[in-house]
């Protein structure tokens, strides 16, 4: 028989968006429930990310009128993710679909104050079932109302004000067009209007972390972070409960309803990443994506899928190390992507995940650059060498010159394929149609253009000096693989079978997603509508 130091109904491994709705939902059942965070700061990658939601048909867009379907949402991810293995099965698919607006509805009773991004595209728009305006995400919140909780939050690590997803976009470009500008001036306003009324306003990301903790303390729900989980108890098949390691000592910890496996994925596991991927890892998440919650459901039988595949996209990596993800920054006018070889290689304005697929698979080896004019350095905005330019041009990352046949030499790269390849993508420019890649054809591709730029907003041509070349790597959001779950998002073993008493959700688990990114905000929805399943199903075995 097992000594126990603790009993809990629930025990949650992991406080991003998927652990704390998993913990929400539990406690709303009238389960007792448990939150360990193995790093000092609660609210994981969700914290410091976009904080947006994928939901179709969700409540927001049918009360504005916006017409959607699950049936809809099923053809649309049917074409795009195509046959992806059993992470991805029907069954899982219409469990996401159909339960995403009732936790939308659930969470928005509970006091989460949602909002839509209306004009944001999925991301493969022209796709069956695609629409415009699926996403949604949290209106600013105070973080003053986490009280002494904020001090060990990963919110104060994102950005210090009410930002919204469609505030991106716009202040990218908030000196070079009329929409821009009056966003920039709205944003400065509503950000000192909060503060002035003794608000601390965060956004996206931040917004969802902080409604969402707010919500657990509320419920009197104990969060012990720097309290990382050890091992699963597993008594005649069945988890039965948890070890974590608490203040230096280990406490065994019984779970009547069972343990939720919601730690994020190996992001920041070097070994891992060479073993699954075969690349360094250039990650946005935080530094406790080490997979361990993965090993540990491994270790009680659980199955493995999608493990070497990520949440890819293209970053910047500055001198100190830290990634940059690269969202609309390459999708600007006046700038391509090119290879070691100074050609293009890919649609830059493709959804980040096609475009870090691509760096991947790009038979030339050696760096590869965003090379810009002029008028991209002096009307959008780029935060990632914001004041650093010097800083980055020492560490070999940027490089400028009057000429691209300079820039080219500064590179090591044959000038005349540089200037052929930039001639190519002029001519493209003046036409509007990108005859080799398709930048700029849909909708998606379009929402990071610039609508002054005529004919095709994502294509500008470079032709003005200095021209600008910036390294870029590839980088994720996270990664994509873990332990193969159910529709209830129970632990499977590999035969099939259920690991009772254990759940996962998030991005410890293989994506429902498959090897593709719908739309925006298909990481932390699926997080959250299977950790909501999870505790739903807890709670009424």
Do not use: C
Not at 414 to 425: K, M, V
């Amino acid at each position: 028989m097992t000594t126990w130091d603790d009993t809990v109904d629930l025990l949650v491994a992991g406080s991003g968006a998927a652990g704390m709705t998993a913990a929400i939902a539990a406690a709303n059942r009238g389960l007792d429930v448990l939150i360990v965070e193995s790093t000092a700061k609660w609210g994981g990658t969700t914290a410091v990310s976009g904080g947006g939601l994928w939901v179709p048909a969700n409540p927001l867009m049918l009360r504005a009128g916006v017409r959607d379907s699950p049936t809809e949402a099923l053809t649309y991810l049917t074409d795009v993710i195509e046959y992806a293995g059993p992470a991805s099965s029907p069954e899982r698919r219409r469990a996401f679909v159909e339960t995403g607006p009732e936790m939308v509805a659930f969470l928005a009773r509970l006091g989460v104050r949602w909002k839509r991004a209306k004009d944001y595209p999925d991301y493969y728009p022209d796709r069956p079932g695609g629409k415009i305006g699926r996403s949604i995400e949290v209106k600013a919140f105070n973080s003053k109302l986490l009280g002494a909780a904020y001090a060990d939050s990963r919110v104060k690590d994102g950005v210090p004000a009410p930002l919204a997803t469609d505030d991106v976009w716009l202040l990218s470009r908030a000196w070079s067009t009329v929409s821009g500008f009056v966003r920039g001036a709205r944003f400065v306003f509503r950000t000192l209007g909060q503060y002035a009324t003794g608000k601390r306003p965060v956004g996206i990301g931040g917004a969802l972390a902080g409604s969402l903790m707010h919500i657990v303390r509320t419920q009197g729900t104990q969060v012990w972070t720097s309290t990382p989980l050890v091992d699963l108890v597993v008594e005649d098949g069945a988890v039965t409960g948890a070890i974590v390691e608490k203040d230096g000592e280990r406490v065994r910890i019984r779970a009547q309803k069972g343990v939720v496996l919601a730690a994020g994925g190996f992001a920041n596991n070097q070994e891992w990443r060479r073993k699954y991927h075969r690349v360094e890892g250039h990650s946005s998440a935080p530094e406790g994506d080490q997979g361990t919650a993965i090993e540990i459901g491994a270790r009680a039988g659980g199955v493995l899928e999608l493990m070497d595949d990520a949440w890819w996209g293209g970053s910047f990596v500055g001198p100190d190390g830290k990634a940059a993800f690269l969202v609309a920054e390459r999708s600007l006018p006046f700038s391509i992507v090119v290879d070691a070889n100074g050609e293009r290689f890919t649609n830059e304005s493709a959804s980040y995940i096609d475009f870090g697929h691509d760096m991947l698979a790009h038979p030339v080896a050696g760096p590869m650059w965003m090379i810009s004019d002029a008028r991209h350095a002096r009307r959008y905005l780029n935060s990632a060498y914001l004041g650093k330019k010097k800083e980055w041009q020492a560490a070999g990352l940027l490089f400028e010159a009057d000429t691209p046949a300079e820039l080219a030499v500064r590179l090591g790269m044959d000038p005349t394929r540089l200037a052929q390849a930039i001639a190519r993508f002029n001519g493209f420019a003046r036409t509007g149609v990108d005859g080799d890649f398709g930048r700029g054809r849909t909708a998606y591709d379009n929402y990071y253009g610039d609508p002054r730029v005529k004919p095709n907003p994502n294509l500008g041509p470079l032709e003005k000096g200095p021209f600008r070349a910036v390294r870029i790597y590839p980088g994720d959001l996270g990664t994509k693989g873990g332990l193969l779950t159910d529709a209830d998002a129970r632990v499977l073993r590999a035969d099939g079978s259920v690991i009772s008493g254990l759940y996962a959700a998030g991005n410890t688990t293989a994506s429902v997603m498959g090897r593709t990114y719908p739309g925006p905000g298909s990481t932390i929805a699926p997080a959250m509508v299977f950790g909501y399943r999870a505790a739903q199903h807890a709670a009424a075995h």
